[in-house]
């Protein structure tokens, strides 16, 4: 089957450094996507990868990992307003998108 | 520009009615727009994938008789949820890609919270 694996909580500083990890197996591969969602709200698009390595835009950074399976989203100066889940989710080989989770990242001040 | 609109952006309805929700693509052109529900604490589930001008491809587990999907427009799709029940209490959310199976990224509606009473 196919499984996509994040933690179901986090808990960072204000101003610090988070890493939310993914973990997926997939039949087929074709872009992993990170989302940012607040509370009753719809997601929004954060970024994407399909080659291996580090796509930074910001104060967010993703990393993608392809023979591991793996990607992590890095949030830098955590701010109050990053308090959110955040959604990863793979393109598998028919296109479909499958979903993780989610990972709910709670900042303190 | 990705900009997707949704509407309304909650309702609340009687057992046994019907609600249709609007979802329209305001500065490009969907291909392919998708319909996904999420429960409270839960991931997004998809529930359907619809090309325009072509009928939409359910998930399964997911009744086309009772949640209609219309996509007449490169910028419009629409879901009938047909004699709704309190268990299809829920939040509906769309997105829309510009390319034929949603191999470009998707862009999500600011979605519909349903409540049926």
């Known amino acids: 089957g196919q499984n996509i694996d994040q933690p179901t909580e986090m808990t960072a500083t204000e101003g610090a450094i988070v890493q939310i990890n993914c973990t997926y197996q997939t039949s087929g591969f074709n872009g992993l996507f990170w989302y940012q969602q607040h509370a009753g709200e719809a997601p929004t698009f954060l970024s994407y990868n399909v080659l291996d390595g580090l796509e930074e835009k910001g104060r967010f950074s993703s990393f993608l990992s392809r023979s591991k399976g793996y990607s992590y989203l890095l949030l830098k100066e955590l701010q109050m307003k990053d308090s959110a889940s955040y959604l990863c989710?793979?393109?598998?080989?028919?296109?479909?998108?499958?979903w993780g989770a989610g990972t709910k990242l709670i900042i303190k001040p | 520009g990705a900009v997707v609109s949704q509407h309304p952006s909650w309702v609340i309805c009687k057992s046994g009615t019907s609600v249709k929700i609007e979802c329209r693509s305001l500065?490009?052109?969907?291909?392919?727009m998708f319909w996904y529900r999420q429960f409270p604490k839960q991931s997004l589930m998809l529930m359907a994938t619809s090309n325009e001008g072509s009928k939409a491809t359910y998930e399964q587990g997911v009744e086309k008789d009772k949640f209609l999907i219309n996509h007449a427009s490169l910028t419009l799709s629409t879901l009938t949820v047909t004699s709704a029940h309190p268990e299809d209490s829920s939040f509906y959310i769309c997105s829309a890609s510009r390319s034929l199976a949603g191999s470009d990224t998707q862009y999500f509606g600011p979605g519909t919270r349903l409540t049926v009473l």
């Open positions: 500065d490009f052109q969907a291909t392919t």
């Open positions: 989710a793979v393109r598998d080989s028919n296109y479909q998108l499958i």
